[in-house]
């Protein structure tokens, strides 16, 4: 890992400030962004759209960058989740001006090509809610290392929705309708998919998609792990 290159109040503004994203005014601005620095706990201010606005070095020391490296980049560039219908329930609820604690399980890898790991944000709406949608205060708790996934689950985003459509009971017609494919079409990604996970008809298709992890369990409609 990189060092954070940066002590005391100076870790969370970095090398490029804040990013015009955080006002702070006199002391009491200073005082939040050296209590930001001194946290173990990776912290990030972002946007409702998820542009991080300031991190403080346990956030950055993620991917082995220094705090001011982060601003502008957006959560989902950093960190995969591994539930789509989180984010789904986030947006929705920040779009209704709800203010409960969210918490989204997710991915990422140590130094953005290291050791893959997973843990889960803690997504907090601060701030005013008009006229501008609430920034987001998000804290990171980092769990182990991500097990990997079994053989042959790799697939690529085509042969996913259409696992997801099979799996919601959709026909042959309404999928290729949906992903811009003829029937010929599906039938060749349903036909692969068969022979490589050498299951017979497209119940087991979908069954083993849950078994190995490329269909969310527990969610309606169907939805991938990306």
Same mark, same amino acid.
């Given at each position: 890992?990189?060092?954070?290159?940066?002590?005391?109040?100076?870790?969370?503004?970095?090398?490029?400030?804040?990013?015009?994203?955080?006002?702070?005014?006199?002391?009491?601005?200073?005082?939040?962004?050296?209590?930001?620095? @001194?946290?173990?706990?990776?912290?990030?201010?972002? @946007?409702?759209?998820?542009?991080?606005?300031?991190?403080? *070095?346990?956030?950055?020391? $993620?991917?082995?960058?220094? *705090?001011?490296?982060?601003?502008?980049?957006?959560?989902?560039?950093?960190? @995969?989740?591994?539930?789509?219908? $989180?984010? #789904?329930?986030?947006?929705? &609820?920040?779009?209704?001006?709800?203010?409960? =604690?969210?918490?989204? =399980? +997710?991915?990422?890898?140590?130094?953005?090509?290291?050791?893959?790991?997973?843990? #889960?944000?803690?997504?907090?709406?601060?701030?005013? &809610?008009?006229?501008?949608?609430?920034?987001?205060?998000?804290?990171?708790?980092?769990?182990? #290392?991500?097990?990997? @996934?079994? #053989?042959?689950?790799? +697939?690529?985003?085509?042969?996913?929705?259409?696992?997801?459509?099979?799996?919601?009971?959709?026909?042959? &017609?309404?999928?290729?309708?949906?992903?811009?494919?003829?029937?010929?079409? +599906?039938?060749?990604?349903?036909?692969?998919?068969?022979?490589?996970?050498?299951?017979?008809? =497209?119940? &087991?298709?979908?069954?083993?998609?849950?078994?190995?992890?490329?269909?969310?369990?527990?969610?309606?409609?169907?939805?991938? =792990?990306?």
């Amino acid at each position: 890992m990189a060092e954070d290159g940066a002590g005391g109040a100076g870790g969370a503004r970095g090398a490029g400030g804040t990013g015009g994203g955080v006002e702070h005014t006199g002391g009491w601005g200073n005082y939040f962004l050296t209590l930001l620095d @001194r946290l173990p706990l990776p912290v990030a201010v972002c @946007r409702s759209d998820g542009e991080v606005l300031i991190a403080n *070095p346990a956030m950055a020391n $993620q991917w082995g960058e220094v *705090p001011g490296r982060l601003n502008g980049r957006n959560l989902l560039d950093l960190f @995969r989740p591994r539930d789509r219908a $989180q984010l #789904e329930r986030l947006g929705e &609820a920040l779009r209704r001006g709800y203010r409960s =604690r969210y918490l989204v =399980r +997710v991915c990422w890898r140590m130094g953005g090509d290291g050791a893959a790991r997973e843990g #889960e944000l803690s997504i907090d709406p601060v701030g005013e &809610a008009a006229p501008n949608r609430p920034a987001l205060l998000v804290l990171l708790r980092v769990g182990d #290392e991500c097990p990997a @996934r079994p #053989e042959g689950a790799e +697939v690529s985003p085509v042969e996913e929705r259409v696992l997801a459509l099979a799996a919601s009971g959709a026909t042959t &017609a309404a999928m290729g309708k949906a992903l811009g494919l003829t029937v010929d079409g +599906v039938n060749y990604h349903l036909t692969r998919l068969s022979r490589r996970w050498r299951v017979p008809n =497209r119940t &087991a298709l979908v069954a083993r998609a849950y078994v190995l992890g490329v269909l969310t369990p527990g969610v309606w409609p169907p939805a991938t =792990r990306r």
